[in-house]
Structures are given as C-alpha cells and as structure tokens.
C-alpha cells in the first residue's frame, strides 16, 4: 500500500450534466488561434501556420459562476471554447476514428492575462503566467455525446454585460476536432480525462471586476459568469 509523505491533491473533475457522476480530468490541452478571424485579430495569418497548442492546469478549471480578477495584471481577457472531454486515447489516432474517443463537450473561458502573455512572446518565453494561472478556466458540466451528438457547426457566442462581443460559428474552426485529435495524439499520447479547448472566435477583450460574461455554443450549453 503506498502510503504519500503529505495529503495528496483532490482529484480534478467536472460535473456530468444530467447525472450524479463527475468527469475525472487529466490535462487541459488548448488550441491555439483556431478561428481565421481571431487569428488575424492576434496579429497572425491563418493560412501560414500549422495547429499548435498550450497547456493550462487541471485546478484552473471552475464551475461556480466566479471568475477570480487574478493578481499581477491589468488586461485579462476572456475567450470563449467549446471543450471536448474524452473518454479514451492513445497514440497517432487517425482522425475518422477521434470521435469514437469522446465522451462528450463541455463550454468554458480560456481567461488570458494578455499583458503577461504579450511580455513572455516579446521575451521568446512560454506563456504560462499568461494562461495557466490560478481559476483560469471557467467551465460548465460536461453533457455526453451520447445526449447531444458531436457538434461540428452552431452558434458560438459571448455577451459581455449583456452586449455581444464574440461571435462565430463551429464550423469556422481552421482544424476541426477530428484534425486537433490526430495532430495531438501525434505528439503526447492522449488518455481518458483528457480535455480539449478547442479555440475561440474573434472578438476578444478585458474585463474588470464586476461584469458579468454569458457563452452559449449551440447544441451544447450557455456559461454564465461573474468577474470579482
């Protein structure tokens, strides 16, 4: 019996939209710049780079409706993502048989400090106290596949206060999700809990303390969340 020198962590997980079961996760893979539109509005051209992708943490993730203004910045930004949770993986998944590895899709907010995140690419370094800090992915339940299919086009959104901010479609992406399984099971092997955020639209920007950001993606469920 393996007996561990201090209390290990509790076990990252999501609620199971429908159900009393929560969703153990593993890691949080994000694509990065997946809409043409957002990807011009960062400043880059869609049609000259290859998918790549960062990491954020397993306890980022947050289902209460709070997003925490996290230290150290003064330009965090949403991005609105429809994720996609599986339920198996392994290595070099051909992309006809990635569906089959879902479990199912959740909606969340890749909250960016964009001031660091901006430093760190000036200074050629990662970018994770851009993206991966405390709180940093504000989520919903997971609703399975089994209950709503596999959503590849719909209404991608977010309202900012009441006011539309984001807007696109699913079928948008620049790699589907199909194509993001094939190319990450080529570089990690991917395993049951692992998540995908699957990139966002154009239309980004920052919030501060108080407002209140509301994401819908069509098919699959609405976030509602309040910056403090």
């Known amino acids: 019996m393996v007996t561990y020198v ?13 159900s009393t079961h929560v969703f153990p996760v593993r890691r949080l893979y994000c694509v990065g710049r997946n809409y043409a539109e957002h990807t011009r509005e960062m400043g880059f051209d869609p049609d000259k780079e290859p998918p790549f992708f960062f990491m954020k943490t397993p306890d980022a993730l947050r289902t209460d409706g709070k997003f925490p203004y996290p230290p150290g910045t003064s330009d965090v930004h949403w991005e609105i993502e429809l994720v996609v949770a599986l339920k ?37 370094r990662p970018w994770e106290i851009g993206k991966a800090f405390d709180d940093a992915a504000p989520c919903t339940a997971i609703h399975p596949a089994s209950a709503i299919g596999h959503p590849a086009k719909g209404a991608i959104w977010l309202d900012l206060n009441g006011v539309r901010k984001q807007t696109g479609d699913l079928a948008d992406m620049i790699w589907d999700i199909p194509s993001q399984i094939e190319y990450l099971s080529g570089l990690w092997e991917l395993k049951a809990g692992d998540l995908i955020f699957t990139g966002t639209p154009a239309g980004v920007g920052a919030v501060k303390k108080g407002d209140r950001l509301k994401g819908h993606v069509a098919g699959v469920a609405d976030l509602d969340v309040t910056v403090v």
């Not at 201090?6 to 429908?18: N, S, T």
């Open 6 to 18: 201090i209390d290990p962590p509790p076990q990252a997980a999501l609620p199971v939209a429908g």
């Open 88 to 124: 198996s993986g392994g290595r070099n998944i051909n992309k006809a048989d990635a569906l089959g590895h879902i479990y199912g899709y959740a909606v969340a907010l890749d909250m960016t400090r964009r001031d660091l995140q901006g430093v760190s690419k000036k200074m050629g």
